[in-house]
């Protein structure tokens, strides 16, 4: 106890306070923080722009908005949802946790994960900036051609495409350097005794990750340089009228956006399975099968691609193919589920608010699961393309395979990183507003598109009114109940009962062996791992 | 807690310790990171590379549809009498060129290896002299590379004054070789301005 309370004094002589101790830290936990920080902001900015576009889908008809501003609105919330919320969440996540989870003092290096982080203000800023632009006459908006880039819609776009694309390199840059960081700390960080194979799952997820993303990408940057260079330079990468191929991007974009699907997941599939484990009481299962299907499914992730666009045109092999391929990842990933029961099984199971939400997550993104391998069926995705199966869809895996799982992780970990315990009574009243509320705005979707309705526009026959109607009051619901959220955490934060060093009775691993909140320097004395 | 900061030594001892083997540390972490850095490297390159070998691709497969983009030799090659092929015309006027475009018929039918003429016309309704170029797509793609021209305006930029109509042909034929199941094709051109060079 003597050496971490004196080194963490010590320290803290010559640490810059107030402002520039975010701005120039090298602290993994304070990094962590900003990521979390950061991820909550831009979720609360992601989730207004849909309340948006759902007060517009309330009735038919234009009402709020022209469908120009919708359409930026849909693209600018998948983007910050995708890339400002739910990957500097987990990423944050990797910053607290991985080194207290392998018995780490901090991250391997340091520097590169506080520019890393620095990277994400701007990017954002970058992404947003045009719609205040266009309010000065600057411009015609944000991007407007949905987070996918398609050309030749986005050679024929704006600025905001130009803003987009250097946001995107700015994005891809961070989470470049934040996944060099994570590999080159879980392969040289590792407190001695623990073996690759005796790694927090958690780590194993994010290990993966980072290597799709070291891997991927640098292709999406490389796809919307060539974009760039199109609109500007004259080059003709896909512009058909100088010999390119449109469809080319969507095979660079996809080569990058299925694995991102994984990149999304992966770092949750790692710590659900540890709360699973935590309230069930009783050790994880499989822990060998889940390592091995991560693998599979990061593996299988990249080259899969084609999926995404079946109706682009394809030779019939190719189609099956791609098929055959998605759905065999359907194989690793029920190997997952089935673990993830297993470990519950004859548990003797506590459903505080974590546990809560990684039983719900699992029935959830089971859902988005099965309706994906609806999509994958390349006779189905005739009809479903494009249509809102498809938005149904990847909200059952991105909201709540994404970040309900997040929620979990938030819950399970803010005592251990506060020093507080959240109120349970407004945790559990949350998991049951956005369970309920998140069900009732993405069921409804689910029929709006087997009946027909497209997605990204503005305006819809009569006959899907009722649907969208429930599907926008619950959206409403589903995003107010958020704010329940974030009063947890801050109060949380200021303070609340004190967490004990173990938080939970059934946890286990190396973070909970820490005090709650962890010194600012921890493991200055590395662990042995048996 | 104890167990894991349990230090014998003075602090100093443990610090100066620490620091040693971070420096060590420090040159691995260095290592590792630009190995990495050189993944991404490569995936930018492997980027980069996707383009030119997804023509290749595309040229052997006929993945993207795309016709040859001159004019065949006049083959030799018997007329296939024995069946009848289907091709249908479409015609589309991409955004920023003011023209009107459409095929004079809407669809041939012909024996593979025979030679027919289709004329296509144009009309620039603007009041500038403009230059245009055709660009060819065949569906189903596999049927692409049997699709033979001889003669077509989209070889190269066709340029109109204003008001001015003109009637582009195109003579083409189908390779015999053509696979059995293939009994209709669609071969469509896209009017776009034309780039300048």
């Known amino acids: 106890m003597s050496t971490v309370t004196v080194a963490h004094h010590e320290e803290h002589h010559d640490h810059p306070t107030g402002i520039m101790r975010w701005l120039t830290t090298?602290?993994?936990?304070?990094?962590?923080?900003?990521?979390?920080?950061?991820s909550l902001i831009m979720f609360?900015?992601?989730?207004?722009?849909?309340?948006?576009?759902?007060?517009?889908?309330?009735?038919p008809?234009?009402?709020?908005?022209?469908?120009?501003?919708?359409?930026?609105?849909?693209?600018?919330?998948?983007?910050?949802?995708?890339?400002?919320?739910?990957?500097?969440?987990?990423?944050?996540?990797?910053?607290?946790?991985?080194?207290?989870?392998?018995?780490?003092?901090?991250?391997?290096?340091?520097?590169?994960?506080?520019?890393?982080?620095?990277?994400?203000?701007p990017a954002?800023?970058?992404?947003?900036?045009?719609?205040?632009?266009?309010?000065?006459?600057?411009?015609?908006?944000?991007?407007?051609?949905?987070?996918?880039?398609?050309?030749?819609?986005?050679?024929?776009?704006?600025?905001?495409?130009?803003?987009?694309?250097?946001?995107?390199?700015?994005?891809?840059?961070?989470?470049?350097?934040g996944s060099i960081n994570i590999i080159v700390t879980l392969f040289n960080m590792r407190a001695p005794g623990m073996t690759l194979m005796k790694m927090p799952m958690f780590a194993w997820g994010w290990l993966i990750t980072a290597f799709l993303l070291v891997a991927t990408i640098p292709v999406l940057a490389g796809a919307v340089t060539m974009l760039l260079t199109d609109r500007h330079f004259g080059t003709h990468f896909f512009d058909a009228a100088g010999g390119g191929d449109p469809i080319l991007f969507q095979h660079l974009f996809w080569f990058f956006g299925h694995p991102e699907v994984y990149i999304l997941l992966l770092p949750v599939w790692g710590f659900i399975p540890q709360i699973l484990q935590t309230f069930s009481r009783k050790p994880m299962y499989g822990y060998k099968a889940q390592v091995y299907s991560l693998w599979a499914i990061g593996a299988l992730s990249v080259v899969v691609w084609a999926h995404h666009f079946f109706t682009a045109g394809m030779p019939v092999p190719a189609l099956l193919y791609f098929m055959y391929s998605t759905m065999a990842i359907s194989l690793p990933l029920a190997v997952l589920f089935f673990c993830w029961i297993k470990t519950m099984w004859r548990g003797s199971m506590s459903f505080e608010t974590p546990m809560l939400f990684a039983v719900g997550w699992i029935?959830?993104?089971?859902?988005?699961?099965?309706?994906?391998?609806?999509?994958?069926d390349v006779a189905a995705d005739a009809q479903y393309h494009n249509s809102y199966f498809v938005v149904a869809h990847f909200h059952y895996t991105l909201f709540a395979g994404g970040i309900m799982g997040i929620m979990a992780g938030v819950y399970y970990w803010l005592p251990k990183m506060?020093?507080?315990?959240?109120?349970?009574?407004?945790?559990?009243?949350?998991?049951?507003l956005t369970a309920i509320s998140f069900n009732l705005t993405f069921i409804p979707q689910f029929f709006l598109g087997l009946a027909g309705m497209p997605r990204r526009i503005p305006d819809y026959a009569l006959q899907f009114a009722e649907f969208n109607m429930i599907s926008s009051i619950a959206a409403f619901v589903l995003g107010l109940s958020q704010l329940l959220f974030v009063y947890n955490i801050v109060s949380c934060i200021k303070g609340g009962k004190k967490a004990t060093d173990k938080v939970w009775e059934g946890a286990e691993g190396l973070e909970w062996t820490l005090s709650s909140p962890p010194p600012y320097h921890s493991f200055t004395d590395q662990p042995v791992v048996k | 807690m104890e167990d894991i900061n349990k230090s014998g030594g003075s602090v100093e001892e443990a610090t100066e310790a620490i620091v040693i083997s971070r420096q060590k540390d420090d040159k691995a972490n260095t290592r590792l990171a630009l190995k990495m850095l050189w993944v991404v490297a490569g995936s930018l390159l492997f980027a980069f590379a996707l383009v030119p070998l997804y023509d290749v691709f595309c040229d052997l497969t006929g993945l993207n549809g795309k016709t040859e983009n001159s004019a065949a030799t006049l083959a030799k090659a018997k007329v296939d009498t024995s069946r009848m092929v289907t091709v249908q015309f479409v015609a589309a006027v991409m955004p920023g060129l003011g023209w009107n475009f459409y095929p004079k018929q809407n669809a041939i039918t012909l024996h593979p290896g025979q030679i027919e003429t289709v004329i296509f016309?144009?009309?620039?309704?603007t009041s500038e002299i403009v230059a245009g170029h055709a660009?060819?797509?065949?569906?189903?793609?596999?049927?692409?590379?049997?699709?033979?021209?001889?003669?077509?305006?989209?070889?190269?930029n066709q340029g109109l004054k204003p008001g001015e109509t003109k009637e582009m042909p195109l003579r083409f034929f189908i390779d015999p070789a053509l696979p059995k199941d293939v009994k209709e094709m669609t071969l469509s051109y896209s009017f776009f301005k034309a780039v300048k060079n």
């Open chain 1, 26 to 38: 090298t602290n993994h936990k304070d990094i962590g923080t900003m990521y979390l920080t950061f």
């Open chain 1, 44 to 59: 609360l900015v992601g989730g207004s722009m849909i309340l948006g576009i759902r007060a517009e889908l309330f009735k």
């Open chain 1, 61 to 121: 008809g234009l009402q709020l908005m022209n469908p120009d501003f919708f359409n930026q609105l849909i693209g600018i919330h998948a983007l910050i949802m995708i890339f400002a919320a739910l990957m500097p969440a987990a990423t944050g996540f990797a910053n607290w946790m991985i080194p207290l989870q392998i018995g780490a003092p901090d991250m391997a290096l340091p520097r590169l994960n506080n520019w890393g982080f620095w990277l994400l203000p």
């Open chain 1, 124 to 177: 954002a800023i970058l992404l947003t900036l045009p719609f205040t632009l266009a309010l000065f006459g600057i411009g015609d908006g944000a991007l407007a051609t949905g987070w996918t880039f398609y050309p030749p819609l986005s050679l024929q776009g704006g600025i905001g495409v130009d803003f987009a694309i250097f946001s995107v390199h700015l994005l891809g840059i961070s989470s470049v350097m």
């Open chain 1, 363 to 376: 029935i959830l993104f089971g859902i988005g699961g099965l309706t994906g391998l609806v999509l994958a």
């Open chain 1, 418 to 432: 506060t020093g507080h315990m959240y109120s349970e009574k407004l945790g559990k009243l949350h998991f049951w």
């Open chain 2, 121 to 125: 016309e144009a009309k620039n309704i």
């Open chain 2, 135 to 156: 660009i060819p797509s065949v569906t189903p793609g596999k049927a692409s590379i049997y699709l033979k021209k001889i003669e077509c305006f989209c070889f190269v």
